[in-house]
Nanobody, 116 residues
Framework: QVQLVESGGGLVQAGGSLRLSCTFSGRTSGSYGMKWFRQAPGKEREFVAAITWSSIRSYADSVKGRFTISKDNAKNTVYLQMNSLKPEDTAVYYC??????????WGQGTQVTVSS
């Protein structure tokens, strides 16, 4: 059973930075991809960033130039570096992992709150 654990959320002032981590266990072989999503109160969950096994990255327009996704395969960990945070980045952030074409595994989420 694959488990994902996010960490690194917290309260930060606008303009500040946070780095989220997502560490997975239970399956450590094979080519995986990882995505980050977020969900603000009263809103639908939205895509934030993704990284493939071959390190191809993609970002939502709202975070381009401010967020960076990276991974450390040796540590089974994917990171989301978030800079120049804005109040509208406030949300619960979730990581989502997949092997192959199906991204079936989710973490429990970590809260990010950006104060103005």
């Amino acid at each position: 059973q694959v488990q994902l654990v996010e960490s690194g959320g917290g309260l930060v002032q606008a303009g500040g930075s946070l780095r989220l981590s997502c560490t997975f266990s239970g399956r450590t072989s094979g080519s995986y991809g990882m995505k980050w999503f977020r969900q603000a109160p009263g809103k639908e969950r939205e895509f934030v960033a993704a990284i493939t096994w071959s390190s191809i990255r993609s970002y939502a327009d709202s975070v381009k130039g401010r967020f960076t996704i990276s991974k450390d395969n040796a540590k089974n960990t994917v990171y989301l570096q978030m800079n120049s945070l804005k109040p509208e980045d406030t949300a619960v952030y979730y990581c989502n992992a997949g092997w192959g074409t199906t991204y079936a595994y989710w973490g429990q989420g970590t809260q990010v709150t950006v104060s103005s």
